[in-house]
């Protein structure tokens, strides 16, 4: 069924710089931060509803004291609230750290780490940042899928039979019709094939859907997809939005449980220049 959803995920391009939607750069301008000058880093677009951030620290000495073993803050500035100390940690004596902290569901639009006071004009130093993991929240609509656009069950045997999931059309008085929905007569007992549930895409550059899929039964299902233009990867996610793929696919199977919600991500790779257009599909195997 159809709905407006708080999707929870980790944004998987957080790591890619310039170009991904919410991915990070350094800011032209400069500000003033706990009495010290530093340039924050800049997200691309406004981050919705952040809930986690993994962020690698790197802190070189360049002045002729050191900033090493001095209290440090990690900061974020929210779209509707100004800066705010997230967490306060002691720099490593090699100046290298990784913040891993919870945010309280802020909308946030750049960050920055520097010393919790001004340490003096004899210590200064040059910073990088990766941010390595982004849990967000966007306000979705899911999409529903339907069945009848594809056929699964019917293997033509061209030289050997290929298991294959096909649209399948009849000749009706001449003109060409898609099949809905296709019943077999095996020993004298007509039943249906079975459903092949699928959903549309067509994206123009980094954008994603999330489609509903409720299975009937426990079993072993295929989601995969028809590729029509573009780089469309699919995610899993049970109902409470904890991701169960390992990572993107394109096709794989998965032990499903009746009855149960999951929700399928379906995104458009950030890099990807090329409009996007598939068709994601989903059959019970066996």
Not at 86 to 98: A, L, R, S
Not at 120 to 141: K, P, Y
Not at 145 to 171: C, K, M
């Amino acid at each position: 069924m159809s709905r407006t959803v708080s999707f929870k995920y980790d944004y998987p391009y957080c790591g890619y710089r310039e170009t991904a939607k919410y991915g990070n750069q350094w800011s032209a301008s400069r500000a003033t931060l706990n009495g010290c000058y530093t340039y924050p880093m800049v997200f691309n677009n406004t981050v919705p509803g952040v809930r986690h951030i993994k962020v690698d620290v790197e802190v070189d000495n360049t002045g002729s004291g050191t900033v090493y073993g001095r209290s440090w803050d990690f900061m974020v500035y929210r779209q509707s609230g100004g800066w705010i100390d997230i967490h306060t940690f002691t720099m490593p004596n090699d100046g290298i750290y990784t913040i891993d902290v919870d945010i309280p569901n802020y909308n946030i639009t750049k960050f920055a780490v520097v010393p919790t006071s001004n340490p003096g004009s004899s210590r200064a130093w040059e910073s990088w940042f990766g941010v390595e993991q982004l849990t967000i929240t966007e306000t979705v609509t899911t999409e529903d899928l339907t069945s009848g656009e594809f056929q699964y069950g019917i293997f033509p045997n061209r030289y050997g039979i290929n298991q294959r999931i096909s649209e399948v059309y009849v000749n009706m008085g001449g003109t060409l019709t898609k099949a809905k929905d296709i019943i077999v007569n095996i020993d004298g007992n007509p039943s249906s094939l079975p459903k092949v549930h699928s959903g549309y895409f067509k994206s123009l550059s980094e954008n994603m859907k999330v489609f509903e899929f409720t299975p009937s039964e426990t079993a072993n299902y295929m989601i995969t997809q028809k590729r029509i233009s573009g780089d469309h990867e699919i995610r899993l996610y049970d109902s409470n939005f904890n991701q169960i793929s390992d990572n993107y696919f394109y096709s794989q199977a998965f032990a499903l449980t009746g009855g149960s919600l999951y929700y399928i991500s379906v995104t458009h790779y950030y890099n990807n220049t090329n409009a996007g257009e598939s068709y994601l599909q989903i059959y019970k195997e066996g």
